[in-house]
């Protein structure tokens, strides 16, 4: 995982050649949307099984935070998957910020080992030979939920995700968000947070929402 991380998710129009899904430097976090029933959370398990057949676990690690009050990442706990560091269901906000503090420390802790070797980022760390330290991918899924708690706690979450999304890219870290809308962000001062997010992919949904996912910049 070097130089990125590439899955293969599905197959062009024509059915001969795969999509292929990359994160790394650019884009290094991505936004998925739909509405109920769009194959959304199909998605991100076809995803999750590309990405951890294609790294063993010292290449890549995963964070799995389930905001839809389901059941979607038990099978990741049951029996345990190796590159799971936290599989999370019907989490609260305040265990979600718990976790969004755990990965900004985490990627202090990795920039405090670049600077001491003399290295920019995670990809000169493997450069110099290093591979200790995987690759890690965060996903959220139903991630507007963190925002649905209380003005300090929401304020709390969303300069969690701000800072993870413009700095963590540089330790190896990337962040995935997934909602069925991102209507109503707008109004939670974090219409920049869609800004962050370089891949983008719209399901099924409204024109709103397909507006704001594959709006400027995307």
Known sequence: SKDGLEADVGWTSQGNMPVRFKLGDNPAHALFGGKTGTGK??????????LCHRYSPKELEVYLLDYKEGVEFNCYAHPPLPHARLVATESDIEYGIAVLEHLKREYQERAAVFKQLGVRDYRGFREQGHDSMPR???????????????????????QLLVTLLKQARAAGIHVILSTQTVRGLQNQSVSGLIGQLGCRVALSCSVDDSYLLLGSGN
Do not use: M, P, Y
Not at 136 to 153: N, T
């Open 41 to 50: 959370s199909n998605f991100i398990h076809v995803l999750i099984h590309g």
């Open 136 to 158: 890690a991918v965060v996903i959220i899924d139903e991630f507007q939920k963190l925002f649905e708690g209380d003005r300090q706690s929401s304020e709390t979450a969303e």
